[in-house]
């Protein structure tokens, strides 16, 4: 029995380990797709997704066996449960990769913007972050985790500047509109892959010292 | 043992459709201050968050007891499972509600955009998928569970006019610019409270009908 649920345990533990390492080059690609203008790098990502989806489904019901086969209590049960989570925030993360990507291959129709805005500021900072809660799940290492936690406001103030630099563009810059929403979209997507990437840490955090923190970071 | 477990199934499913009521009402607040112009409700939007975070602790706590105490199996287990999804997204939404609530508050500084959006139509049919996702759940109903899961596409296409209308605005309209950004937010805002609409469905569809439609639902 123990045998067996300790193999299904490594096997889990290969499984979000792998997934982990897509969605990072999911989004690395994607990002790569649209600051290199890029269309064969967006068709590579718009493709990938399908292989995350069968992941996400795999590791849940892995989670769910697990579950109901051995029974596991303290620190496998919770690392049994933070997986489910972070398993799930994997996954729009690779949608939101997936998104980046189809707003590319849209801005690949018209000229760049003249104006510039900063999106690859944002785009590193919000893979750095994603980059960085993965190093947090696969060390538990709480203190990373905590750390990236922290930057998440900093991609919040990005994204604002992103939003005012469009607005301040000439009516002429601005048109045509489709463009300007593909990058507002485009910098929104970033956000939230910052914003997953904080709920990440907050599960390693959990998993590692065992303490829930969501909503009590303040600074 | 059993008597034990079943008390605590009965609690855990109190709280659960307590958060939901809670969730519910927060958004249909945040909308009608948003809508109406009210500060008041705006603020009392913001301070309800805090009963919901506690919520969702006490709920995600429960179920790991219920996990590692009772070792639940089959129904039990998914339900467990898929409460503890449901949470996450409730809490989700909530923040949501208080991002429009802040945003309102924004608003009010300024007067109201003189060119028509229809944010009112969009916020009808995000909660109105809200709603009915929180009604598939109490009712386990899987068929509006799926039919709900089919609604997120119109709520996307009303999201799209919004942008393109605030585009569309002349440039003295669009003046000033935090105004339209509040806009767009707010519109953002309504359309991931449909998309964590449609996952609380699937989990539904899950908990019901034990089957996994995430990912597959094509018209």
Redesign the interface.
Known sequence: MHRHFDEALKNLKEKILRMSGLVEEIIGTAIKALLERNSELAYKVIKSDDAI?MLE?EI?DL??KL??LY?P??GD??FI?ST??IC?DLERIADLGVNIAQRTLDLLKVPPLKVKIDIPKMATASREMLKDSLNAFVNKDSKLAYEVCKRDDEVDKLN?EI??AV??C??ED?KP?ER??DL?LVA?NLERIADHSTNICEDVIYLVDGK?I??HITD
Chains 1, 2 share one sequence.
Request: proline share 3%; hydrophobic share 45%; charged share 15%.
């Open positions: 989806n489904i849940d989670c769910m579950l109901a029974q209590t303290a049960l919770r449960t489910m989570k799930n604002h939003f005012m607005f301040q000439t009516p601005q509109v300007v929403i507002i929104k829930v969501k909503h």
